[in-house]
T-cell receptor, first 110, second 115 residues
Framework: EDQVTQSPEALRLQEGESSSLNCSYTVSGLRGLFWYRQDPGKGPEFLFTLYSAGEEKEKERLKATLTKKESFLHITAPKPEDSATYLCAVQKSSGDKLTFGTGTRLAVRP | DSGVTQTPKHLITATGQRVTLRCSPRSGDLSVYWYQQSLDQGLQFLIQYYNGEERAKGNILERFSAQQFPDLHSELNLSSLELGDSALYFC??????????????FGPGTRLLVL
């Protein structure tokens, strides 16, 4: 069965304190790995899609990387507005649906 | 703004009732997905439509049904509602890109509360 596990469940950082979020996955035939940001009560906001091991993508203070078993979302010098839940999802080659992890709740203190 | 719209934003109803949630995909997107997000289950895939046809089904209850209309908007119908159906319901849409790549963009969701 496909599994997506995110860690840690929650993370509290001081403003400017860099860190990484982990997404490990077990899926046969990965087509793509997605990262989303979700604010409370809102819809997930698309951040990145990674398709092959070794691929990296960046957006402002965020950088996503992918290996054959996991993905990391690196947050460099975070600001309070980066506080949100970050969701990881996988998409298989055999279908279009996304299978989500349970997310990492990030809080950045000023 | 993702370009995906959902109505209503909030819905409060009683057990046993039936409700309809509506979704309009981004302009030009042919695929529509429905997901349910509850506190204990996270985001779960319910069903996918592509250009009016059902393409994939997830853990969707028999009490739930959906359809996609010729103008590509979609409706999710929830009937015989139970307390446990209270959740956020999201619609997403996507366009197929070259090489089978795609990105799913999510709407703002409908918060359903069953009392």
């Amino acid at each position: 069965e496909d599994q997506v596990t995110q860690s840690p469940e929650a993370l509290r950082l001081q403003e400017g304190e860099s860190s990484s979020l982990n997404c490990s996955y077990t899926v046969s035939g990965l087509r793509g790995l997605f990262w989303y940001r979700q604010d409370p009560g809102k819809g997930p906001e698309f951040l990145f899609t990674l398709y092959s091991a070794g691929e990296e993508k960046e957006k402002e203070r965020l950088k996503a990387t992918l290996t054959k078993k996991e993905s990391f979302l690196h947050i460099t010098a975070p600001k309070p507005e980066d506080s949100a839940t970050y969701l990881c999802a996988v998409q298989k080659s055999s279908g279009d649906k996304l299978t989500f992890g349970t997310g990492t709740r990030l809080a950045v203190r000023p | 703004d993702s370009g995906v719209t959902q109505t209503p934003k909030h819905l409060i109803t009683a057990t046993g009732q039936r409700v309809t949630l509506r979704c309009s995909p981004r302009s030009g997107d042919l695929s529509v997905y429905w997901y349910q997000q509850s506190l204990d289950q996270g985001l779960q895939f319910l069903i996918q439509y592509y250009n009016g046809e059902e393409r994939a089904k997830g853990n969707i209850l028999e009490r739930f049904s959906a359809q996609q209309f010729p103008d590509l908007h979609s409706e999710l119908n929830l009937s015989s509602l139970e307390l446990g159906d209270s959740a956020l319901y999201f619609c997403a849409s996507s366009a197929q890109l070259a090489g089978g790549r795609e990105t799913q963009y999510f709407g703002p969701g409908t918060r359903l509360l069953v009392l």
